[in-house]
């Protein structure tokens, strides 16, 4: 079995992940005892090398956990098997691997999965930072499934959306499991598709509007089906979603099959505009043509009309309402106190995350101008500096797969008012950068290790929130105030 591995990785092409992973693959091999389910001899003979011997990930993803990045279902993950993700360096075994090989080893997969749901980690109780203690609490822990992003109605209310395309109240910090109903379709089967972002109107006490971003595609599930992230807005009465208005949706000829890299982040600036992220959807030279919407940062009104004072003349169904391009896949977006400044993270590939300043009508570079290197080892463009193209204020390589951020502001932290916070997926990292105007002068590791951060928001009551995958949690920070012994 050890040389079936290194043959068929081998015939993988010859990126360096291949050869790491024959290697590996070789060691983990011999002495396995007899496969209790047929798929296990398959997967450790052509899969550990990369994915590691338990599934538990190694130079590749772990293929036991709930936050999958290209899809859960099992329509999803054989088609990935199937297909590869080339974009991703995960190779095709469609053709290596026989019809029954491939389902036996994806009930395998399946079967390993159910028998270990993710381990609930550990979230310090006392979190030592350079200014604060920090408290911890996580509060809420079941229920939620990959949880995306959270709004703040008022200090008891939240929104949480989910990206298995569920809605949710948390109230008093607590999750009412009865979902909220009647929202539009959204396609949560499809690859890395679902339910993203909210947003609320400014005026939301008066008119009750709130924003969504979703995944749309015209058959959910299919992942060859053509689909493109949506805006929409709607209201909520109790647990019954209604008046949806359509804000963006793109053209029957601008959605795309197979796609991974929706965006999905929404943000309304002080003025009352509406920015909203769509990614490449794997399409990394789209990013450059003003007439698709992937791989750009829109700004509309809270009717869907483009923004006063955009940067494009309307010349198509997209332009008008473009506000910047050349953008991967925008992750978290934040407007500047102060300055009024529209800060963003964008996804590289294997390296080349960003951190920038988005400024009306500019090109962020994607691909022609990047620091980053392809999943399969591949320089994406020769120089990572272009005329013409902005310059992150910071970048990443490798990656940690930078995700939501927000300024501090509020009465709680005193100590970073002003300061920038931002999560990451991989690398699990929550960031506090010291920023002053455009630049970063200072920064700190605020939390490693406990999960997926997707979303990072200063609540109403200035505490810090967290949104996570693996585990699916919502966590409160706020700081430490020891309860002195009475006199
Ligand atoms: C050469 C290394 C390599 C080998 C061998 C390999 N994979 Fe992968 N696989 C990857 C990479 C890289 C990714 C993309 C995710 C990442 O960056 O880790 C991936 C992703 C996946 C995904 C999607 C995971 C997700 O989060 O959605 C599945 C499913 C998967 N692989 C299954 C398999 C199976 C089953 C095999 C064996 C037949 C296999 N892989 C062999 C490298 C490999």
């Given at each position: 079995?050890?040389?079936?591995?290194?043959?068929?990785?081998?015939?993988?092409?010859?990126?360096?992940?291949?050869?790491?992973?024959?290697?590996?693959?070789?060691?983990?091999?011999?002495?396995?005892?007899?496969?209790?389910?047929?798929?296990?001899?398959?997967?450790?003979?052509?899969?550990?090398?990369?994915?590691?011997?338990?599934?538990?990930?190694?130079?590749?993803?772990?293929?036991?956990?709930?936050?999958?990045?290209?899809?859960?279902?099992?329509?999803?993950?054989?088609?990935?098997?199937?297909?590869?993700?080339?974009?991703?360096?995960?190779?095709?075994?469609?053709?290596?691997?026989?019809?029954?090989?491939?389902?036996?080893?994806?009930?395998?997969?399946?079967?390993?999965?159910?028998?270990?749901?993710?381990?609930?980690?550990?979230?310090?109780?006392?979190?030592?930072?350079?200014?604060?203690?920090?408290?911890?609490?996580?509060?809420?822990?079941?229920?939620?499934?990959?949880?995306?992003?959270?709004?703040?109605?008022?200090?008891?209310?939240?929104?949480?959306?989910?990206?298995?395309?569920?809605?949710?109240?948390?109230?008093?910090?607590?999750?009412?499991?009865?979902?909220?109903?009647?929202?539009?379709?959204?396609?949560?089967?499809?690859?890395?598709?679902?339910?993203?972002?909210?947003?609320?109107?400014?005026?939301?006490?008066?008119?009750?509007?709130?924003?969504?971003?979703?995944?749309?595609?015209?058959?959910?599930?299919?992942?060859?089906?053509?689909?493109?992230?949506?805006?929409?807005?709607?209201?909520?009465?109790?647990?019954?979603?209604?008046?949806?208005?359509?804000?963006?949706?793109?053209?029957?000829?601008?959605?795309?099959?197979?796609?991974?890299?929706?965006?999905?982040?929404?943000?309304?600036?002080?003025?009352?505009?509406?920015?909203?992220?769509?990614?490449?959807?794997?399409?990394?030279?789209?990013?450059?043509?003003?007439?698709?919407?992937?791989?750009?940062?829109?700004?509309?009104?809270?009717?869907?009309?483009?923004?006063?004072?955009?940067?494009?003349?309307?010349?198509?169904?997209?332009?008008?309402?473009?506000?910047?391009?050349?953008?991967?896949?925008?992750?978290?977006?934040?407007?500047?106190?102060?300055?009024?400044?529209?800060?963003?993270?964008?996804?590289?590939?294997?390296?080349?995350?960003?951190?920038?300043?988005?400024?009306?009508?500019?090109?962020?570079?994607?691909?022609?101008?990047?620091?980053?290197?392809?999943?399969?080892?591949?320089?994406?463009?020769?120089?990572?500096?272009?005329?013409?193209?902005?310059?992150?204020?910071?970048?990443?390589?490798?990656?940690?797969?930078?995700?939501?951020?927000?300024?501090?502001?509020?009465?709680?932290?005193?100590?970073?008012?002003?300061?920038?916070?931002?999560?990451?997926?991989?690398?699990?990292?929550?960031?506090?950068?010291?920023?002053?105007?455009?630049?970063?002068?200072?920064?700190?590791i605020l939390l490693k290790g406990y999960g997926r951060i997707r979303d990072?928001?200063?609540?109403?009551?200035?505490?810090?929130?967290?949104?996570?995958?693996?585990?699916?949690?919502?966590?409160?920070?706020?700081?430490?105030?020891?309860?002195?012994?009475?006199?």
């Amino acid at each position: 079995m050890a040389s079936t591995a290194i043959n068929r990785s081998a015939l993988v092409g010859a990126t360096i992940m291949a050869l790491a992973c024959a290697l590996a693959g070789k060691s983990a091999t011999p002495g396995v005892p007899a496969a209790p389910l047929p798929g296990r001899a398959i997967y450790e003979a052509n899969c550990a090398g990369c994915h590691g011997r338990d599934l538990q990930g190694a130079s590749a993803t772990a293929l036991v956990k709930s936050d999958w990045s290209y899809g859960r279902t099992r329509f999803a993950i054989s088609n990935n098997i199937r297909n590869g993700i080339p974009s991703a360096g995960m190779p095709a075994w469609g053709k290596l691997l026989g019809e029954q090989e491939q389902k036996d080893l994806l009930d395998y997969i399946l079967a390993t999965q159910s028998a270990h749901p993710s381990p609930a980690r550990p979230l310090p109780p006392i979190i030592a930072t350079k200014d604060y203690r920090l408290k911890g609490e996580i509060l809420v822990d079941k229920g939620l499934t990959i949880p995306w992003g959270i709004e703040f109605i008022d200090p008891r209310h939240a929104l949480i959306s989910d990206r298995s395309g569920q809605l949710f109240w948390m109230i008093d910090g607590a999750l009412d499991p009865t979902p909220i109903t009647g929202l539009p379709p959204v396609d949560h089967a499809t690859s890395t598709g679902g339910l993203f972002d909210i947003a609320l109107d400014p005026e939301y006490p008066r008119n009750g509007w709130v924003y969504l971003a979703l995944a749309h595609s015209e058959t959910p599930g299919d992942a060859s089906s053509p689909g493109m992230t949506r805006v929409i807005r709607g209201r909520i009465d109790g647990h019954q979603w209604h008046d949806t208005e359509y804000l963006f949706r793109a053209t029957d000829a601008l959605q795309l099959p197979n796609s991974h890299g929706w965006g999905g982040r929404l943000l309304f600036d002080k003025a009352g505009d509406l920015y909203f992220s769509i990614g490449d959807m794997s399409r990394m030279h789209d990013a450059q043509d003003l007439s698709r919407p992937n791989g750009k940062l829109f700004r509309i009104t809270s009717n869907g009309h483009p923004a006063h004072g955009n940067p494009f003349p309307a010349t198509n169904s997209i332009t008008g309402a473009l506000f910047a391009y050349g953008l991967r896949n925008v992750q978290g977006l934040a407007q500047q106190p102060g300055t009024g400044a529209i800060w963003g993270t964008d996804h590289g590939p294997h390296g080349g995350d960003e951190l920038d300043i988005l400024q009306p009508g500019r090109n962020y570079g994607w691909p022609i101008a990047t620091y980053g290197v392809d999943y399969d080892g591949s320089i994406v463009s020769e120089a990572p500096e272009r005329k013409g193209v902005e310059r992150p204020v910071r970048h990443w390589t490798p990656a940690p797969a930078v995700s939501a951020i927000d300024f501090v502001t509020g009465a709680l932290f005193p100590e970073w008012r002003g300061n920038l916070l931002m999560g990451s997926l991989s690398h699990e990292t929550l960031f506090r950068f010291v920023v002053d105007g455009s630049s970063i002068i200072d920064e700190e590791i605020l939390l490693k290790g406990y999960g997926r951060i997707r979303d990072v928001k200063i609540g109403p009551d200035g505490a810090i929130y967290l949104v996570t995958n693996n585990p699916a949690t919502i966590v409160r920070l706020t700081p430490f105030v020891p309860i002195l012994p009475s006199r």
